[in-house]
């Protein structure tokens, strides 16, 4: 068997693959607030601050050049106006020239919006994606709002949903809807101009806002936090009687019934839990054992799911609920062998992993977080790293094939996702960081998105690929949502 195919990804912005378009004439547009991503005549879509609830757009050209702001009259050579805007809204701007048009629009970020930078231009196979900013709930003691953000292949944020401070995970639907998660709350399905078209929420225990997937069936499989007091833990070495937090995945109708279920304490040994989340103390204090964070059916009569905690995928049987495969984490009797990647012993092959996902070919792939783990006195922790592993149930075997690493990124504390596109790009929010980035096949850097604040960071970003989601349908809803 080969060995997998490792990629250091390069991450100077000099080594971004692609160069500014070039145009006949020399053209400059600015506007009074900076503007961003920075201005490119092949860049559609930009946004600013707008100080006193207006913005001074400035269009620098020659003779050869025209321009327009809204509908203005047109100006020959540079142009200078000032425009009136509130939050949401947006200006375009229209310049001519020997080469054509091009037209740009420019919009008003609301004042406590995310600040963020990005270079370069995502693929083709990513022409949008949306953003959770869930890092922004709490700050300095104090919870805040967060936003729901959809985002261009140019790095310009396009659409955005203030969110209550449960909100995590927005993703879109197969009929060009958008779902968003809410932690404790329900699932909310919303258009593009807000309107919300469903609510869902499974019965009993806290719904987990980490993943919900609508089934071919039309229901949705969603996951949800068991309390349970009483548990013996002393195989973790956490002592007896203690609180304990489970997970739960659900698959559930439109008025929220419970079609079938599967509990993480009914399925998985105690002493599997080898990264135990341990929150508030004495009495008060709950060992959170499971943790499920993503999952997908395989379209086989199985279902996979990742739980961080005891840094493990499994593949759960839909029939009788009975775990097929282990991937990770502690040998047990489902375990599968973990070839190409020797390097790691076998506890720590995944350590803290998200998103996992299942390919067109059949292989899985995920973002190992390299989460800090103690085990015996020994205190394991690594950069992450984006993994496509090829599963073999018959000779129970699981080969890496692939890894992708980022030399500048060397922890990833939680969350985070990696997603391997049609054309080989990877895809990565690198969990509890600022960085969001694309890699072509080759692993060159490609598109950087950074939260300026680096605290501030996403829980997934996702590729927003349903029909009905178009860089004009998000536009027209925006425009809608900021009148």
């Not at 501030?456 to 925006?478: D, K, N, Q, W």
């Amino acid at each position: 068997m080969s060995a997998a195919l490792k990629i250091l990804a390069a991450t100077s912005a000099a080594l971004l693959v692609g160069t500014p378009s070039a145009s006949a004439t020399d053209v400059k547009l600015t506007s009074s607030g900076l503007l961003q991503p920075a201005f490119d005549r092949a860049t559609p879509n930009f946004v600013t601050t707008c100080v006193g609830g207006h913005i001074k757009v400035t269009v620098r050209g020659g003779t050869g050049v025209t321009s327009k702001v809204d509908s203005r009259s047109s100006v020959r050579g540079s142009l200078t106006a000032t425009v009136s805007l509130k939050p949401g809204r947006r200006t375009v701007v229209r310049i001519t020239d020997v080469s054509g048009t091009t037209t740009h629009s420019i919009r008003c970020l609301p004042a406590d919006f995310p600040k963020v930078s990005s270079a370069g231009t995502l693929p083709a196979s990513i022409p949008l994606f949306g953003l959770d900013d869930s890092s922004g709930r709490s700050r300095a003691d104090k919870i805040m709002d967060s936003y729901a953000i959809i985002i261009d292949r140019h790095g310009a944020p396009i659409w955005w949903r203030k969110e209550t401070s449960s909100f995590l995970n927005l993703f879109a639907t197969p009929d060009g809807n958008l779902g968003f998660g809410h932690s404790g709350g329900a699932l909310e399905i919303r258009t593009l101009r807000g309107t919300l078209v469903s609510s869902l929420a499974p019965a009993g225990g806290d719904t987990d806002a980490h993943e919900a997937i609508p089934t071919s069936r039309g229901t949705w499989l969603m996951g949800r936090h068991i309390s349970r007091t009483g548990a013996d833990l002393s195989s973790i070495g956490l002592g007896t009687g203690q609180k304990v937090l489970d997970s739960d995945l659900v698959e559930i109708n439109s008025s929220g019934k419970i079609l079938w279920s599967w509990s993480s304490a009914a399925h998985l040994a105690t002493s599997e839990t080898i990264m135990p989340q341990i929150t508030g103390s004495g009495n008060a204090r709950v060992v959170d054992l499971a943790h499920a964070n993503s999952f997908q059916e395989d379209g086989n009569g199985g279902l996979l799911a990742s739980f961080r905690n005891t840094g493990a995928v499994y593949r759960i049987r839909l029939s009788d609920g009975s775990i097929d495969w282990k991937l990770g984490g502690t040998t047990t009797a489902q375990s599968l062998s973990f070839l190409g990647d020797t390097a790691i012993t076998a506890e720590r092959h995944l350590l803290g992993q998200h998103n996992v996902r299942l390919m067109p070919d059949g292989t899985i792939t995920l973002l190992d977080n390299g989460s800090p783990l103690v085990s015996q006195g020994v205190r394991t922790a690594r950069p992450p790293r984006a993994l496509r592993i090829q599963i073999d149930p018959l000779a129970r075997t699981a080969t890496l094939i692939q890894t992708l690493s980022d030399p500048s990124v060397t922890s990833s504390p939680c969350c985070g996702s990696a997603r391997l596109m049609s054309g080989g790009e990877w895809f990565v929010a690198w969990g509890g960081t600022p960085y969001v980035r694309s890699y072509d096949a080759s692993g060159n850097l490609v598109f950087a998105l950074k939260y300026m604040n680096p605290a501030r960071f996403t829980y997934r970003a996702t590729p927003l690929l349903a029909s009905g989601i178009t860089e004009a349908s998000v536009i027209t809803g925006m425009d809608y949502l900021s009148k």
